[in-house]
């Protein structure tokens, strides 16, 4: 029970839930960034939502299957066919033996998951498989490299279950704007800067990875100019001194002493994870009540349609 890698650039890994528990070594989350995604690809094949996928960025990946299965796609269209017929993402689908599965290039988003039965196998590094390549840890030979040409995937179960993406799993585009949580130094920016963060149009810059997500826009100004080294959670929002935030995400380092105006709540960092460089978006205030309400409405929501 196998695939065969055919085509893979730098930017294709194997994700699953993360590592929890140990960024007091300085160790990162890494994980599955648009962690919906990766659960609904999941969620269409019966497995665990914390099983491993494949986190497709980009596209420029193929793969010839070594035998009959059945895999699920979900997150980003990346222009995916199999044997040159489209293969759109939200679905399980069958694979026969011989047959090539095409991501060419992306249509809308940035990142596709690729769940088989039962997740995908690789040994466990401090708990997780999730690939980090600036540590070295997990992957499929848990040595955080990403997946290359001639590697092989395999599974760790039987497919039992074959499921289409509800309409209401679709992860909506940040049209309202990214939410964001306030943070501890949000009194050290000036009021010019507060009502430009989030009243401006941002646009996602080039430099963007699995470690952060750099915006341009308004130069934002803090009077603090130095400060402590602290713990940095995910979609943390830095401001360095040039005034152009940083969004960090599952590869980030584990401190950081640039200030912060806050951080994205989880459902605006799966959004910005599936937005391309160029995309103009918002940043949007939110209450920490109102942003633990939603998150619990979210999963209350996700519960009920993946247990019926």
């Known amino acids: ?115 088989a039965p039962g ?19 997990g992957g499929l030979n848990g040595d955080g490299q990403p997946l290359a040409k001639g590697d092989l995937l395999h599974w760790r179960g039987h497919a039992t279950t074959m499921r289409n993406l509800p309409e209401q799993a679709l992860v909506p585009l940040p049209g309202a704007g990214l939410s964001v949580v306030l943070g501890a130094q949000i009194g050290d920016f000036t009021g010019q800067s507060l009502f430009d963060a989030f009243n401006s149009d941002w646009t996602v ?25 602290e713990g940095v959670p995910l979609g943390a929002i830095q401001v360095p001194a040039d005034g152009q935030p940083i969004i960090l995400l599952n590869d980030r380092q584990t401190i950081g002493g640039y200030p912060r105006l806050g951080a994205l709540t989880p459902l605006a960092v799966a959004q910005l994870a599936q937005c391309m460089p160029g995309t103009v978006l918002r940043l949007k205030p939110v209450a920490l009540e109102r942003a633990q309400r939603e998150q619990r409405r979210l999963l209350a929501s996700w519960q009920r349609t993946t247990t019926e």
């Open 119 to 137: 997740g995908f196998s690789a040994p466990a590094v401090l708990g997780s498989c999730a690939t980090v390549r600036r540590e070295q840890l």
């Open 1 to 115: 029970m196998s695939l065969l890698i055919e085509q893979a650039g730098a930017l294709a890994t194997l994700q699953d839930a993360g590592r929890s528990g140990v960024r007091h070594l300085g160790v990162t989350q890494g994980g599955a960034v648009d962690w919906l995604s990766h659960g609904w690809a999941n969620w269409l094949l019966g497995n665990p939502l914390q099983a491993s996928t494949v986190e497709i960025t980009l596209g420029n990946f193929s793969l010839r299957a070594q035998t009959d299965t059945c895999l699920a796609l979900c997150g980003a269209d990346l222009g995916a066919t199999l044997d040159g017929e489209p293969l759109m993402p939200g679905r399980a689908f069958r694979i026969r033996e011989g047959q090539t599965l095409i991501f060419s290039q992306p249509r809308q988003g940035v990142r596709a998951y690729l769940a």
């Open 205 to 229: 810059d080039q430099r963007a990875d699995r470690m952060g997500v750099r915006l341009q826009g308004p130069t934002l100004r803090c009077a603090r100019s130095a400060m402590i080294s």
